[in-house]
Nanobody, 121 residues
Framework: QVHLVESGGGLVQPGGSLRLSCAASGLAFSTHHMAWFRQSPGKEREFVGASAWSSKMIAYADSVKGRFTISRDNAVNMISLQMNRLKPEDTGVYYC??????????????WGQGTQVTVSS
């Protein structure tokens, strides 16, 4: 059974930083593309960024480009999302996802339960 478990969420002031992690089990992590999505209250889930299985392709949503960085460690089946210069509009539940297609759509096969990020003063 596949499990994706996010951690690292919390409350942070605008301009601050957080690092989210996602630990994967039950799948061949090194052959899956991984992605981060987020969902804010009253909004649809949106793409944040994705890393191809080899890390040779990494994509970001325009809204986070230059502030967020995705990294993955295939040796320990983990992917991270470093979030800097956070804004209130970054608030939401952040989900990691795994799949066989590198895409900015929600077409991923497996999803975590999410971790809450709140950016507020």
């Amino acid at each position: 059974q596949v499990h994706l478990v996010e951690s690292g969420g919390g409350l942070v002031q605008p301009g601050g930083s957080l690092r989210l992690s996602c630990a994967a089990s039950g799948l061949a992590f090194s052959t899956h593309h991984m992605a981060w999505f987020r969902q804010s209250p009253g909004k649809e889930r949106e793409f944040v960024g994705a890393s191809a299985w080899s890390s040779k392709m990494i994509a970001y949503a325009d809204s986070v480009k230059g502030r967020f960085t995705i990294s993955r460690d295939n040796a320990v089946n983990m992917i991270s999302l470093q979030m800097n210069r956070l804004k209130p509009e970054d608030t939401g539940v952040y989900y990691c996802a795994a799949g066989s297609t590198f895409t900015a759509t929600s077409a991923y096969d497996y999803w975590g339960q999410g971790t809450q990020v709140t950016v507020s003063s």
